[in-house]
């Protein structure tokens, strides 16, 4: 686990509105840098190695790029560290290179593939943050063999065909003329080791399904579509290889009332025309409980008024948005003889309405999500 987390843009060295190529051309000049085949028994360039991959990797995906650039590692479950270990560099090496020279051919257990889970959260959930314990249903280390595939009495020896490197040299005849290229050993599928006498609980695998209880702390400000990642909560690797990660993709229950846009909570307030005219105190709905907003006197349809500190927080900072209150005046379409009269009362001489102030129609469209 890196000691301090450095921020992703940082890392690779570029600005925060960098282009996909510009992330492309910067990981590969820091990738070959710091590759550990050029920079033998130094910890620290494996280190930058490794640290480069996962910025890179999260900052090429335009989802993740998307919440990192809003919420940070914090908001995709990064926080925690250890996920993106060393092996994980050298394969996404491998796949930005196509397995160039400079590749190392995965070698060792393979690592257990990774889960989604679909979590169901309500709107105040999102906002205030939440303790989910899970039921999951997932390979785990075989309790017969203790995860190893090996009958009980046994275990799996030295592949005979790597010596349990792992991988094998090939001579290849080419255009080019002759070429060695490194291969994962096909005897040990790369792994090492071979399993002579398989365990019969799980066939050699060094995996069974298992039921387990999962507690998820689902961070303050979380977002629907966006994923949780729990490091180390996916499928067990088989015989002995580390377990993948666990993703919860959020899905937030809509609320009856408020709607959310980033960390703007937007509450659309009916008032009476009586209260646009002669101004009053209004009670609105918000996450915190009920909050009272106060209606000028010559409130105009769709102005609106600002709730500070009760939007949706930056799971990074915990600093909360604002709720915006869109003023919505209900005309009356039933009228007594009366009220008719004193409406009448209201219409200016010429009958015709008075200029709408110059600015008004800036500020709606300053409304937020329209
Ligand atoms: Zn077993
Ligand atoms: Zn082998």
Request: hydrophobic residues 30%; positive net charge; proline residues 8%.
């Amino acid at each position: 686990m890196p000691k301090t987390r450095r921020d992703y843009y940082e890392v690779l060295g570029v600005e925060r509105g960098a282009s996909p190529d510009e992330l492309k051309r910067a990981y590969r000049t820091l990738a070959m840098k710091y590759h550990p085949d050029r920079n033998a028994g130094d910890a620290e360039a494996e280190d930058r190695f490794k640290e480069v991959g996962e910025a890179y990797q999260v900052l090429s995906d335009p989802a993740r790029r998307r919440q990192y650039d809003t919420f940070g590692q914090a908001g995709d479950g990064f926080a925690s560290g250890g996920a993106f270990n060393f092996q994980s560099a050298f394969d996404l090496f491998d796949m930005f290179f196509g397995g160039g020279q400079m590749s190392r051919p995965r070698s060792g257990p393979r690592r257990g593939a990774d889960l989604r889970l679909q979590v169901n959260i309500t709107f105040e959930e999102a906002i205030k943050g939440v303790t989910r314990a899970f039921e999951v249903n997932k390979p785990s280390p075989c309790p017969d063999c203790e995860g190893t595939g090996a009958m009980q009495g046994t275990s799996a020896s030295t592949c005979t065909e790597c010596q349990g490197r792992g991988q094998v040299q090939r001579v290849r005849q080419s255009l080019l003329g002759q070429m060695v290229t490194v291969e994962p050993c096909p005897r040990c599928r790369g792994e090492g080791q071979v399993v002579e006498s398989p365990c019969t609980t799980c066939h050699g695998q060094g995996l069974v399904d298992a039921r387990k209880t999962i507690e998820v702390q689902i961070p303050a400000g979380v977002d629907n579509e966006m994923q949780v990642r729990v490091p180390g909560e996916g499928a067990a690797g088989p015989r002995g290889g580390m377990a993948g990660d666990l993703f919860l993709v959020i899905n937030v229950r809509p609320h009856d009332l408020l709607v959310r846009r980033g960390m703007t909570i937007i509450y659309e307030c009916p008032i009476t025309v009586s209260q646009a005219a002669l101004g009053d105190t209004v009670e609105v709905p918000t996450v915190d409980g009920p909050a009272t907003v106060t209606v000028k006197p010559g409130t105009q349809y769709g102005e609106q008024l600002r709730i500070p500190g009760r939007g949706a927080p930056d799971p990074r900072t915990g600093r909360r948005g604002d709720q915006v209150v869109r003023l919505r005046v209900v005309i009356p379409s039933k009228l007594t003889e009366r009220q008719r009269h004193l409406l009448r009362e209201l219409a200016p001489p010429d009958g015709k309405p008075h200029p709408v102030r110059r600015g008004f129609f800036e500020h709606l469209k300053d409304a937020i999500g329209i």
